[in-house]
């Protein structure tokens, strides 16, 4: 959208504003206004300028990222412990405790021998118990190399119970045999489900085949009871085939498991090989397809498998072209970010930024990068009891994105008229891409007769030539429904 153009949107959406900017305040980027307005004639309110400017493209320009934990040694996920404290894992080998008011970590003790340094070996996920705040339960993941020749590796699931600082009454529920050759495609994504039952994925171990074995856990997502066991109504559990602890398989390399608190629906972030990382919807009883079907290529570029599709084979709710190396994931559920409510916030690697998924249903109707400004692969991705949204980084530093109410909450404005005029005469006063001019009534009677959401619908997401909400992303939805009403009755009532 021209510079023009677009201050004259923001003129009609917010009306004159001071100047977006960094907030002078240690540690934290902003987008909210820093109380200076320089002269721009004719009352045009400057462009955004501040930091965050992959949040201004959303119109979220009140939002503030801050630095609340630091020096980290590469760090693969966290939990909260309650409103103050987390617990951190690290790949090389540390399980802590850090106070987000002070900063300090503290190191638990009791945790069991693993393999580190070979490329994802190491300390892996974890996740508290239901009953954690009277239990003090925990669980998480790890590599364990081979007692004989320490060449081999398997992931290990265990439980433990914190008491102060140390990790006691420590059991392994699961151990993966036999051991692999591979450091890498562990899995170990860990998550307790709204049936209390613990859900775990499995890598393919780098052996692709093993995903579509029935007799073996690699490439699978797993459903245990809080000890370890087999759910009585796991869905392979009558099959002679297949493991009874299997609820899917046919996935590559699940790093991040979340369940939705309202559906309690199971989605899953998977990495894909060249091209074609997967969120998937988690069924029991699914085929996920890998290695038979996938939208990546072979890492020589070759093709893989039979194609995208086949019978009896899931399609993933959402695939990346190219690959993001997507890791953790989480259901925004808050009051801070109330416009993402229910959205898909997706963490990238190799992207380096958060993917925002617009989620409606079983539909993904949108997606955006957030927060590439932060340069840095994103490990883990938690909201916060308050809404704020707090995200692991892999080079050590876990940030908090929050609104802090200092800026001025935008006005609601933008005239459908106006809009028109800014926005959509560009094609329909003078016909390009053959869009219908307001004085072709016929054609707006035709347009009219389908069902008015279908056709809300349409501009939102785009259709034919038109591009996605006509190119106007400070409009809300409501600013292009009012628009589109606008416009057919314009259209129709014209001779």
């Not at 998550?191 to 775990?200: E, K, T």
């Not at 046919?250 to 972030?269: C, H, K, M």
């Not at 690959?323 to 989480?330: D, R, T």
């Amino acid at each position: 959208m021209p510079r023009s153009l677009t201050a004259a949107l923001l003129t009609i959406f917010f009306g004159a504003f001071a100047a977006p900017g960094l907030v002078p305040a240690t540690g934290a980027w902003a987008a909210s206004a820093n109380g200076e307005t320089p002269d721009t004639g004719s009352g045009v309110p400057p462009a955004y300028e501040g930091a965050l400017k992959s949040l201004a493209a959303l119109n979220v320009r009140d939002a503030v990222l801050e630095t609340r934990l630091d020096g980290l040694a590469r760090p693969w996920a966290f939990e909260f412990v309650d409103a103050t404290r987390v617990l951190i894992t690290e790949l090389h080998g540390r399980l802590l405790v850090a106070d987000l008011e002070t900063g300090s970590t503290t190191g638990i003790t009791g945790v069991p021998e693993f393999v580190t340094g070979h490329e994802q070996t190491g300390l892996l996920d974890v996740a508290l118990y239901p009953d954690f705040a009277q239990s003090r339960r925990i669980v998480f993941s790890y590599v364990e190399a081979d007692p004989g020749t320490g060449r081999y590796y398997t992931p290990v699931i265990a439980a433990g119970r914190l008491a102060d600082d140390q990790l006691v009454d420590r059991v392994t529920l699961l151990r993966v045999t036999p051991y692999g050759w591979s450091p890498s495609n562990f899995g170990g994504a860990l998550a307790f489900g709204p049936d209390g039952r613990l859900y775990v994925s499995i890598g393919d171990r780098s052996e692709d085949g093993l995903a579509q074995r029935g007799d073996r856990l690699e490439g699978k997502i797993l459903r245990l009871e809080p000890d370890g066991g087999t759910p009585p109504d796991n869905p392979f559990v009558d099959d002679p085939a297949v493991d009874d602890r299997v609820f899917a398989l046919g996935v590559r390399n699940v790093q991040g498991l979340v369940f939705d608190p309202g559906t309690g629906q199971l989605y899953a972030a998977e990495h894909g090989p060249l091209g074609g990382d997967e969120i998937n919807r988690i069924v029991a009883g699914a085929n996920y397809g890998w290695p038979v079907i996938t939208y990546g290529r072979n890492y020589s570029t070759a093709p893989m498998g039979e194609g995208t599709h086949r019978e009896g084979m899931q399609q993933p709710l959402f695939y990346y072209l190219p690959s993001e190396a997507i890791s953790p994931l989480e259901i925004y559920q808050g009051a801070m970010f109330d416009e993402w409510q229910g959205d898909l916030l997706v963490g990238a690697l190799k992207g380096r930024h958060v993917s925002k998924l617009d989620l409606d249903g079983d539909v993904v109707r949108s997606e955006y990068p957030l927060l590439g400004e932060l340069g840095a692969r994103v490990r883990d991705i938690k909201a916060h009891p308050d809404g704020s949204i707090y995200v692991l980084l892999q080079n050590g530093a876990l940030v908090r994105l929050f609104r802090d109410g200092s800026a001025p909450a935008p006005a609601t404005g933008g005239a459908p008229g106006e809009i028109y005029a800014l926005v959509c005469a560009g094609c329909h006063d003078t016909g390009a891409e053959s869009a219908p001019g307001l004085d072709e009534s016929a054609r707006w009677k035709l347009i009219d007769q389908q069902p008015r959401e279908a056709i809300y619908r349409r501009v939102i997401e785009g259709f034919g030539a038109m591009p996605a909400r006509g190119l106007c992303n400070l409009c809300t939805d409501d600013h292009l429904r009012a628009t589109v009403d606008y416009m057919l009755e314009r259209g129709a009532a014209t001779q």
